[in-house]
């Protein structure tokens, strides 16, 4: 499966988002993530779909949307139709959670499930045939510039054998706490998209980071 990157713009300059996803386009990036914290699920509040609107017409990227969000269910209609093409909600905030995923299916968009840092990967079994994306927190949700879990590596191990041992192809997404550093390890634990937020827009040249991250992921893959 093709790696990816994908740069979260949760710490971009938002009085100039043109200029921020032109870099992610220039950097390389496969596509865009955006966290949407409620301050309710996580104590952070982010943005919403009007934010996503307008992403959406200044990119072709797939957008990547993580709903950290109470009652997702309520919430789905309005970022696809903003443009959102992966829609991901977390496990601990459904208590319907097949309902949630038949009903982002049933939009014709990509579903992706959440878990948190803390909660076992056997919340999957009975609905991960129903999935495109499996998104694995590598840090406690809520905001960005966090540090990285090292228990997390074990994690995405499993994970890449439970997804690798049914039929079904499924992304593995890890989000949290990645940089340059640890960059190769998460990929060759087995990632399939990476998300990175600080290490790039926190740096002074985010294009050159994305394409220093991409180089990174190609080197990790061919050692594989
Ligand atoms: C955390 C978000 C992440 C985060 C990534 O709640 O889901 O996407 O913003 O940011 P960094 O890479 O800075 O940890
Ligand atoms: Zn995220």
Not at 16 to 29: F, H, M, P, Q, Y
Not at 135 to 147: C, D, E, S
Not at 185 to 203: C, E, H, K, L, P
Request: aromatic letters at 4%; charged letters at 25%.
């Amino acid at each position: 499966m093709l790696k990816k990157l994908a740069p979260s713009i949760l710490d971009a300059d938002f009085t100039c988002l043109r200029c921020e996803i032109k870099a992610i386009e220039n950097g390389g990036a496969d596509l865009i993530h955006l966290d949407i914290m409620d301050g309710h699920f996580v104590p952070n509040i982010s943005f919403g779909p009007n934010i996503v609107r307008s992403i959406r017409s200044k990119t072709s990227l797939p957008l990547d949307v993580h709903l950290m969000v109470e009652n997702p269910i309520n919430h789905i209609d309005s970022f696809i139709k903003a443009g959102g093409d992966i829609i991901t909600v977390h496990y601990e905030t459904c208590l319907h959670l097949d309902r949630v995923i038949q009903t982002i299916r049933d939009r014709g968009v990509k579903c992706g499930i959440a878990l948190n840092p803390a909660t076992p990967l056997n919340v999957i079994e009975y609905i991960i045939n129903k999935i495109d994306l499996l998104l694995l927190m590598t840090v406690n949700p809520g905001y960005g510039g966090q540090k990285f879990i090292p228990e997390m590596f074990n994690k995405i191990t499993r994970a890449k054998e439970i997804i690798n041992s049914h039929k079904k192809s499924i992304e593995l997404e890890i989000d949290g706490g990645i940089n340059l550093e640890n960059l190769s390890q998460v990929i060759n634990a087995g990632a399939d998209i990476v998300v990175a937020g600080q290490t790039i827009f926190r740096s002074t040249k985010p294009e050159e980071i994305i394409k220093r991250m991409k180089a990174i992921i190609r080197e990790s893959v061919k050692i594989n």
